[in-house]
């Protein structure tokens, strides 16, 4: 996954230098949306627990992985290549949580009280997208970006106190990287001109700072369905 992620990343770029100089249409969007998704595959460096000695990367399961999300607001610039191919590149906000819910760690040792994580930020999309001609005043597009999330968590200390545990605590950082194929269309023409709906399927790999019992940091991924309307000023 890092490795395709990275050839992508360098294919953006190769494309982006392109655009620069061949581009010849430009323009703005702004948007605000939501979205949903899960939390999944979280593991790290562990201490020993029930049925599962040794101090290795031990990986939890959250009995509720879903992972909600607060509106967000999305500034864009998109630039003609050639023909119907765009290069887009956004700059996002992010915040989103979990519920409290409890976990469940390899081995079966499980962790009754897992309090909410708050994770905010700043989410950074480039990549192509190609919009189809038609004789309708609506103009569909596909997509794909590479995508980078950089932003904190709070709720990270780590206490046998289980009132204590995962309650407040430092910050910790939170970097992600990753794809998104989106799908949408936006108005052309005539009344509402540019207004549009975007929906973009957000899959990251995110390398985090210490949280709770992972005491050299976490790993996880994040799956995330965003819905958007947006508006382009061309």
């Not at 995110?206 to 976490?218: A, D």
């Amino acid at each position: 996954m890092k490795s395709f992620g990275l050839l992508f990343s360098f294919l953006i770029l190769s494309i982006y230098s392109k655009a620069i100089f061949a581009g010849e249409k430009n323009e703005f969007v702004i948007g605000i949306g939501g979205m949903n998704g899960i939390i999944k595959n979280v593991r790290g460096l562990h201490h020993p627990v029930t049925s599962n000695p040794g101090i290795n990367e031990k990986t939890i399961t959250l009995s509720n992985d879903k992972f909600y999300s607060k509106p967000h607001l999305e500034l864009g610039y998109n630039r003609q290549i050639i023909g119907g191919l765009y290069l887009n590149s956004s700059l996002s906000t992010f915040s989103g949580y979990t519920d409290h819910t409890s976990g469940r760690f390899e081995g079966g040792f499980e962790v009754a009280n897992f309090p909410r994580i708050n994770i905010w930020g700043n989410l950074l999309e480039i990549g192509p997208n190609y919009r189809f001609n038609n004789n309708s005043s609506f103009t569909p597009f596909i997509g794909i970006n590479t995508s980078y999330l950089f932003g904190a968590q709070d709720n990270t200390r780590f206490s046998l106190n289980p009132q204590e545990y995962g309650v407040g605590g430092e910050h910790t950082h939170v970097k992600c990287f990753g794809f998104s194929p989106e799908i949408g269309f936006f108005k052309n023409s005539g009344f509402l001109k540019g207004l549009g709906l975007k929906i973009d399927s957000i899959n990251l790999n995110c390398s985090n700072g210490n949280m709770r019992s992972f005491f050299n940091g976490y790993d996880g991924e994040f799956s995330q369905l965003r819905y958007q309307i947006d508006f382009r000023i061309f």
